[in-house]
C-alpha cells in the first residue's frame, strides 16, 4: 500500500528557511518521480517541483521558487525533500508530496507553510 508522509512545515517569518520531507512507502521508490504541489487558499493545485527517479535525478521548479527552492532525494531513507530559503508570504500554502505509482497519483496528508511576520 502506497504511503506518503509530509512534515516539516511551520510558520516562519519572511526571508526564512524550512525543509519539508515525505517519507514513501509501498512502493519502488528510487526508480519513481517524485513531485511537490502547495494549494494556497482558494486558489488551485500547483507543481512546485520534481525529481526523477535516482538513475537520473533531474529536478525542474516552478518559475515562481526557482534560485529560491531545492528538491532532493534520499533513497537509503525513501524519503525526498524540499529544502525552502528566502520564503516569502506568498509561498503560504499546504505543500503536498506526489508519487505516481502504477498509473495512479498517491498523495500526502500536506503540511501547511505559512510566512508571516
Known amino acids: 500500500q502506497v504511503h506518503l508522509v509530509e512534515s516539516g512545515g511551520g510558520l516562519v517569518q519572511p526571508g526564512g528557511s524550512l525543509r519539508l520531507s515525505c517519507a514513501a512507502s509501498?512502493?519502488?521508490?528510487?526508480?519513481?518521480?517524485m513531485r511537490w504541489y502547495r494549494q494556497a487558499a482558494g486558489k488551485e493545485r500547483e507543481l512546485v517541483a520534481g525529481?526523477?527517479?535516482?538513475?537520473?535525478?533531474?529536478?525542474d521548479y516552478a518559475d515562481s521558487v526557482k534560485g529560491r527552492f531545492t528538491i532532493s532525494r534520499d533513497n537509503a531513507k525513501n524519503t525526498v525533500y524540499l529544502q525552502m530559503n528566502s520564503l516569502k508570504p506568498e509561498d503560504t500554502a499546504v505543500y503536498y508530496c506526489?508519487?505516481?505509482?502504477?498509473?495512479?497519483?498517491?498523495w500526502g496528508q500536506g503540511t501547511q507553510v505559512t510566512v508571516s511576520s
Open positions: 509501498g512502493f519502488f521508490f528510487s526508480s519513481t518521480t
Open positions: 506526489m508519487a505516481p505509482v502504477r498509473r495512479h497519483d498517491y
Open positions: 525529481i526523477t527517479s535516482s538513475t537520473t535525478s533531474i529536478t
